[in-house]
């Protein structure tokens, strides 16, 4: 990546970081959003142009999605905006030849997150078999040194029926940051961001 486009990103990555710890009005939460969606949009530019001039490989591959679909940290993403329950947002994108987005790292829930933008989207985990125990929708544990973003006091489990996950999109409430993860009732209708396995 050019210097440029990582030079972008610090400050970006700096108010996202203060906005989280430090309870600073740095930037809104629309203005980041915003600067955010566009530095990645720049790296990921940047990265394909320089696959395509140096031949590219298996890697040129990860540039080239299928229509609708957003390639963004090694993986095609594709934003479903129906509202719709957990159970038919992963039908949803089962159809597409997908599954919901399970970011696996920071890099990858920062692609969702720009993706989510101001609506809290779902994503491919819940803890509906065994509570506490988070599960990816192959049924894959999320534990120990698996990525987790979790919003500050969540999971809560509230009323006991939370058992599916959202990224939270800006225009959450006070205590909750975008970008984190929230359990929620997989009855609830929210947007969604498939991905390709």
């Given at each position: 990546?050019?210097?440029?486009?990582?030079?972008?990103?610090?400050?970006?990555?700096?108010?996202?970081?203060?906005?989280?710890?430090?309870?600073?009005?740095?930037?809104?939460?629309?203005?980041?959003?915003?600067?955010?969606?566009?530095?990645?949009?720049?790296?990921?530019?940047?990265?394909?142009?320089?696959?395509?001039?140096?031949?590219?490989?298996?890697?040129?591959?990860?540039?080239?999605?299928?229509?609708g679909?957003?390639?963004?940290?090694?993986?095609?993403y594709?934003?479903?905006?129906?509202?719709?329950?957990?159970?038919?947002?992963?039908?949803?994108?089962?159809?597409?030849?997908?599954?919901?987005?399970?970011?696996?790292?920071?890099?990858?829930?920062?692609?969702?997150?720009?993706?989510?933008?101001?609506?809290?989207?779902?994503?491919?985990?819940?803890?509906?078999?065994?509570?506490?125990?988070?599960?990816?929708?192959?049924?894959?544990?999320?534990?120990?040194?698996?990525f987790?973003?979790?919003?500050?006091?969540?999971?809560?489990?509230?009323?006991?029926?939370?058992?599916?996950?959202?990224?939270?999109?800006?225009?959450?409430?006070?205590?909750?940051?975008?970008?984190?993860?929230?359990?929620?009732k997989?009855?609830?209708?929210?947007?969604?961001?498939?991905?390709?396995?």
């Amino acid at each position: 990546m050019p210097r440029s486009a990582g030079v972008r990103w610090w400050p970006a990555f700096s108010a996202l970081v203060c906005l989280a710890g430090c309870g600073g009005d740095l930037y809104t939460a629309g203005t980041l959003r915003q600067y955010l969606k566009e530095v990645v949009n720049e790296a990921l530019n940047v990265h394909c142009e320089s696959l395509k001039q140096s031949g590219g490989g298996l890697s040129a591959f990860q540039c080239s999605c299928p229509a609708g679909f957003k390639w963004c940290a090694g993986h095609c993403y594709k934003l479903q905006e129906a509202f719709m329950t957990h159970d038919q947002a992963e039908a949803s994108c089962v159809q597409i030849n997908s599954h919901l987005a399970v970011p696996r790292s920071r890099e990858e829930n920062l692609c969702v997150a720009v993706m989510a933008s101001e609506e809290n989207k779902w994503l491919g985990i819940n803890d509906r078999y065994s509570e506490g125990l988070f599960v990816d929708w192959e049924g894959r544990p999320l534990t120990g040194e698996h990525f987790k973003a979790w919003a500050r006091g969540q999971p809560d489990d509230a009323s006991d029926e939370e058992d599916c996950v959202e990224i939270l999109g800006s225009k959450s409430s006070e205590h909750l940051i975008y970008g984190k993860w929230n359990d929620r009732k997989c009855t609830d209708n929210n947007p969604s961001v498939c991905q390709l396995a």
